[in-house]
DNA sequence: TTCATTGCAAATTATTTGCATTTGA
DNA sequence: TCAAATGCAAATAATTTGCAATGAA
């Protein structure tokens, strides 16, 4: 494990991490995390995962985004699967709130362009879309809403 | 004004708005729009800026971002400085933690990729860079850090 | 052994809400 | 006049922190 930098190899810290592995693209809260890391590990406190987390986040291990829905949410890292850091980004339904993740390396221009633009040095980039998937696009229309 | 939809025009709610208007670009909290307010109108209640703040976004006046430190902040929608509604982003430095506008239209390409490719309807997007900015860059240099 | 880590409870902080009062239309 | 909007204080809810106890190295 990566934690060989100094840092303890607990096991609420394994827990954390198979609990956010097996649930790849789901953005799950400290709260969501909570409840299933008890399962195996009842006398876990919510502390633990919140501060677990923010180790993580900082090992870039987990990822985490904002649904603006009033809590953080996170999810394992990209680069957790492969090699090279692959990013993706996030499609946000308005209407079920359901999220979709979406591959992509697109913004490599984008981000080059700004280096040469403005002289801001682009380590990373986060987006997201806001819309309507394509059941809620159907069921309204079928609604004729 | 817009307001013409059966909301009253009070002055609270114009204050918040010229704040916002004369702090373009500044990515206010409710607490700082709070303060100034008060300068003009000490007898304003938190709570009503919270609600107007609401009541702006809703009506697309003003726009909300979360830079990740705690509090979520506002500025003055784009729209309100013409007709067609320019997106503009932000390059966030890790260092100094200065926020930079970025105008662009470059995603309209990848938001109609995306409508092909997943049946997505995108309505809006939001994009933050991370990074390093020109001074901060500078700096690093010059100490050798 | 020994310091990092944990669990618990209390503290903090941003935001929301209930309600009586005020105010714009 | 009268519903909409406000100010205040109390309520919520997510996250952080102090501290004594625990556990990995």
Do not use: S, W
Not at 97 to 122: C, M, N, Y
């Amino acid at each position: 494990m990566l934690k060989e930098k100094g840092l303890k190899v607990t096991n609420q810290r394994l827990l954390v991490l198979e609990v956010l592995a097996e649930h790849r693209d789901q953005h799950m809260t400290a709260e969501d995390i909570y409840d299933l890391v008890k399962e195996d590990y009842p006398e876990i406190g919510l502390a633990t995962i919140y501060r677990t987390l923010q180790l993580l986040l900082k090992m870039q291990l987990v990822d985490r985004i904002n649904l603006d829905d009033g809590c953080v949410r996170y999810e394992i890292g990209d680069l957790f699967e492969g090699e090279i850091k692959h990013h993706h980004h996030h499609l946000i339904c308005k209407t079920c709130g359901r999220v979709f993740p979406f591959r992509d390396d697109l913004l490599d221009g984008l981000e080059r362009h700004i280096e040469q633009a403005t002289g801001f040095h682009v380590l990373d980039h986060e987006l997201k879309f806001y819309g309507q998937c394509r059941e809620c696009m159907k069921k309204e229309n079928n609604g004729c809403v």
